[in-house]
C-alpha cells in the first residue's frame, strides 16, 4: 500500500511541474503572437515573421507535448489509486 501512496505522489509532483511547464510556454506562445501580429503585413518584416513563425510552432508542439503528458499522469494517476483501493479493501 505505500508503495502505491508513493507512486501517486510522485505522479502529482510530475504533474506539477508539468503544469509550471506548460503554463511558461503557454505565455510564451502568447508573447510571439503579440510580436507577429503588428507586423504581419510587412513585407520588410517577412523574414522576422517567418523566424517568430517557426518558434511559435516549435512552442506549440511543446505545448502538445506537455498536455500529451498530463494526460498520461491523468491515466497512470487513477490506475495506481484503484490499485491502492482493491489492496486496501483486500
Do not use: H
Given at each position: 500500500?505505500?508503495k502505491?501512496?508513493?507512486?501517486?505522489?510522485?505522479?502529482?509532483?510530475?504533474?506539477?511541474?508539468?503544469?509550471?511547464?506548460?503554463?511558461?510556454?503557454?505565455?510564451?506562445?502568447?508573447?510571439?503572437?503579440?510580436?507577429?501580429?503588428p507586423?504581419?503585413?510587412?513585407?520588410?518584416?517577412?523574414?522576422?515573421v517567418?523566424?517568430?513563425?517557426?518558434?511559435?510552432?516549435?512552442?506549440?508542439?511543446?505545448?502538445?507535448?506537455?498536455?500529451?503528458?498530463?494526460?498520461?499522469?491523468?491515466?497512470?494517476?487513477?490506475?495506481?489509486?484503484?490499485?491502492?483501493?482493491?489492496?486496501?479493501?483486500?
Amino acid at each position: 500500500m505505500a508503495k502505491e501512496l508513493e507512486t501517486m505522489r510522485e505522479i502529482r509532483n510530475q504533474q506539477k511541474n508539468i503544469r509550471i511547464s506548460l503554463q511558461k510556454r503557454e505565455e510564451r506562445n502568447k508573447e510571439l503572437r503579440g510580436q507577429i501580429t503588428p507586423i504581419w503585413t510587412d513585407p520588410c518584416k517577412e523574414y522576422e515573421v517567418f523566424m517568430l513563425s517557426k518558434e511559435l510552432f516549435k512552442g506549440r508542439e511543446k505545448v502538445r507535448g506537455y498536455q500529451k503528458a498530463l494526460r498520461e499522469f491523468k491515466v497512470n494517476l487513477r490506475e495506481t489509486n484503484r490499485s491502492y483501493d482493491l489492496n486496501a479493501r483486500g
